[in-house]
């Protein structure tokens, strides 16, 4: 994909990103765990807007002995008022405490809410209407929740990369469902990704024109649609490494579409002289989970790429 296609894509979302203000990152409680700790941390993405977040520390981890660090971007579900609680192992399902899972195997965990979700839901409108509310006041100001979403994750990893506990050249990514989609969105972004893995998710237009799906706002994404597809989002990623996870029967990614998407995904990382850097898996049978097989493969990723 040309620089030509990526200015493109910026002017689709909402145009160029602001100067990033100060963190200005609070602590607010310490929770402590088996093998590892949860810190509940807020810090600034722009000016007066704070994101509460979830930082999962393993023990032995500190200053001295620095890890790598997982971003973990929740998944949607119509699950609003779970957000960051569900991969950080406080609420929802133990399929998806993946945040716990990950630092039980030693790294630092970052698990922040999208907004709309956890403690960013307003007091006016309720779950799907707020929501609905925030991605057409966006739209209206010539913006996209997608660029809401990308700006407030690269702020994540400004966090992370903050914090003395974590080596900041061994930071990647993970999310499931809309997780995955964030993945994606934040990827052609945010170079300080060393390793992405998206699971369940990668719904293309012509898929969701085709089937009729009413997916979660990110997806959408004003005007983009007249340049290229959701699958020439995730090809801006390349040569960086980038896995994706799929279930042959999920509804929400139908999968003939998905497999003309990973043509179009591993024909960028092929240009880019990249080709083994993008892999993927459809798993037979499955629907829109996360399988055995598909953490083996999220597991495995994260250690080749963060662990060397």
């Known amino acids: 994909m040309s620089t030509v296609t990526r200015a493109t894509l910026l002017r689709c979302l909402g ?11 609070k602590l607010r409680k310490i929770i402590q765990k ?3 700790r949860i810190e509940s941390v807020t810090y600034e993405v722009e000016p007066g807007d704070r994101v509460p977040a ?3 520390i393993p023990n032995g981890v500190d200053a ?3 890890a790598p660090a997982v971003a973990v971007w929740h998944q949607h579900n119509a699950e609003w008022h779970i957000g960051k609680a569900g991969p950080a192992g ?11 899972a990950l630092a039980k195997e030693g790294y630092v965990v970052i698990c922040p809410d999208a907004l709309c979700f956890g403690e960013r839901q307003s007091q006016h409108l309720k779950g799907g209407d707020y929501e609905r509310f925030e991605f057409l006041r966006y739209v209206v100001a010539g913006k996209s929740m997608a660029w809401k979403n990308i700006l407030d994750m690269r702020r994540a990893i400004d966090y992370l990369v903050s914090r003395p506990e974590v080596n900041p050249d061994r930071i990647g990514c993970y999310g499931h469902s809309m997780g995955s989609t964030f993945t994606w969105l934040v990827g052609p972004w945010e170079p300080r990704l060393k390793c992405l893995v998206g699971n369940c998710c990668l719904p293309t237009y012509a898929s969701i024109h085709r089937t009729h799906i009413l997916h979660c706002f990110p997806n959408f994404i004003p005007g983009w649609g007249q340049f290229g597809d959701t ?17 042959e029967k999920d509804e929400g990614s139908p999968i003939k579409e998905v497999r003309a998407a990973i043509k179009t995904i591993a024909t960028a990382y092929r240009k880019a002289g990249a080709a083994k850097n993008f ?10 989970a996360l399988s055995e097989a598909m953490w083996k493969l999220v597991r495995a990723r994260f250690a080749q790429y963060l662990c060397v």
């Not at 145009?15 to 990152?25: N, T, V, Y």
């Not at 406080?90 to 716990?100: F, Q």
């Not at 892999?279 to 829109?288: D, L, M, N, S």
């Open 34 to 36: 088996d093998g590892y």
């Open 90 to 100: 406080l609420a929802g399902s133990t399929e998806h405490h993946t945040g716990v």
């Open 15 to 25: 145009g160029p990103w602001p100067e990033p203000c100060s963190l200005r990152p």
């Open 231 to 247: 699958p020439d989002i995730a090809a801006l990623i390349a040569p960086r490494p980038l896995h994706l996870n799929f279930g």
């Open 64 to 66: 001295k002995h620095p």
């Open 54 to 56: 979830f930082v999962l």
């Open 279 to 288: 892999t993927c898996f459809i798993e037979k049978g499955a629907g829109h």
